[in-house]
């Protein structure tokens, strides 16, 4: 199984400033995603994060807003750019093993004052 | 596109009773089913799957059976105990699609002693 480290795990920001999201997978892992959850919510795809190359983003998801970088198969980086309230959520990355298991970070809660 | 529904909850049990979650499906192609589990705070977890039609996916006394002609994939428990409290989503990921995958709203099941 894999073991997928996120973090921070929740951060307090200002409007206007960036955070960014490290997701670090303990072995090898094909695909890796970010996802949004927002409170009492399901979860909704940002995009799929290639190895490498750019990530790709699904509807409503840009990557001036949220540029994700994959510079190897275990590591991958979200970045919440210029956050406004309306970013307030927890943000999620999984990642599916040789074995077709769908993983989860634990999360980041991030509020947006 | 492809979709899931589930159940709204919350769903409220007394401990020892039967759990039953209605997840349904719409698919264009053969995907897979899933259902995970999150605890309070922590990030989403797989409790079982099935990839094709007839499966059924079992784990921890949860059971769900793949049914192509209802597209259905409903979890059952026969007796639940109050550390099932918990969040559960339906889910499906057609991997001929890239992985992805698309979660049901969520249904949150209290479970008292």
């Known amino acids: 199984s894999a073991v997928i480290s996120q973090k921070p795990s929740r951060d307090i920001c200002q409007r206007g400033t960036s955070l960014t999201i490290q997701c670090q997978v303990d072995?090898?892992?094909?695909?890796m995603f970010w996802y949004r959850q927002q409170p009492g919510q399901s979860l909704t795809l940002i995009a799929t994060?290639?190895?490498?190359?750019?990530?790709?983003?699904e509807s409503g998801f840009v990557i001036d807003k949220f540029p994700i970088s994959r510079p190897n198969l275990t590591f991958s980086t979200l970045t919440v750019s210029n956050m406004s309230p309306e970013d307030s959520s927890i943000y999620l990355c999984s990642a599916w093993d040789t074995k077709n298991i769908q993983y989860f970070g634990a999360g980041t809660r991030l509020s947006v004052l | 596109g492809d979709s899931v529904t589930q159940m709204e909850g919350p769903v409220t049990l007394s401990e020892e009773a039967f759990l039953t979650i209605n997840c349904t499906y719409t698919a264009t192609g053969y995907p897979s089913l899933f259902w995970y589990v999150q605890y309070p705070g922590e990030g989403l977890q797989l409790l079982l799957k099935a990839t094709k039609a007839d499966d059924k996916g079992s784990n921890k006394g949860f059971e769900a059976t793949y049914r192509k002609e209802t597209t259905s994939f409903h979890l059952e428990k026969g007796s639940v105990q109050v550390s099932d409290s918990a969040v559960y989503f339906c889910a499906l990921s057609d991997q001929g699609g890239g992985f992805k995958t698309i979660f049901g709203a969520g249904t949150r099941l209290f479970v008292k002693a």
């Open positions: 072995s090898q892992v094909t695909m």
């Open positions: 994060a290639n190895q490498g190359s750019e990530a790709t983003y």
